[in-house]
């Protein structure tokens, strides 16, 4: 088992930063990769960026050249670096852990608002 706990959500003005960490607990040595969704109120929980072991990243095109994630210590920590944020960036983020591919492991979600 793998347990992930978020940190790092908040209130932001738009244009503004924020930055969300998830650290990994638990057989953290079969994890392939890790990354972050978003749901908004009322939509479908999206990829917003993720990650491998091997440092490859995807994102995706709504937050690319704005988000960045990244892998910290020693790969148990994901952080995703978010700038210039705007309104539509508002919603729930969850962290996620896979062994493969498609996610196997769920946070619990933090909120980030952004304010127009």
């Known amino acids: 088992q793998v347990q992930l706990v978020e940190s790092g959500g908040g209130l932001v003005q738009a244009g503004g930063s924020l930055r969300l960490s998830c650290a990994a607990s638990?057989?953290?040595?079969?994890?392939?990769?890790m990354g972050w969704y978003r749901q908004a109120p009322g939509k479908q929980r999206e990829l917003v960026a993720a990650?491998?072991?091997?440092?490859?990243?995807n994102y995706a095109d709504s937050v690319k050249g704005r988000f960045t994630i990244s892998r910290v210590n020693a790969k148990n920590t994901v952080a995703l670096q978010m700038n210039s944020l705007k309104p539509e960036d508002t919603a729930v983020y969850y962290c996620?852990?896979?062994?493969?591919?498609?996610?196997?492991?769920w946070g619990l979600g933090t909120q980030v608002t952004v304010s127009s």
């Open positions: 996620y852990a896979t062994l493969l591919t498609n996610p196997d492991y």
């Open positions: 638990g057989i953290i040595f079969t994890i392939n990769g």
């Open positions: 990650i491998t072991n091997s440092g490859n990243t």
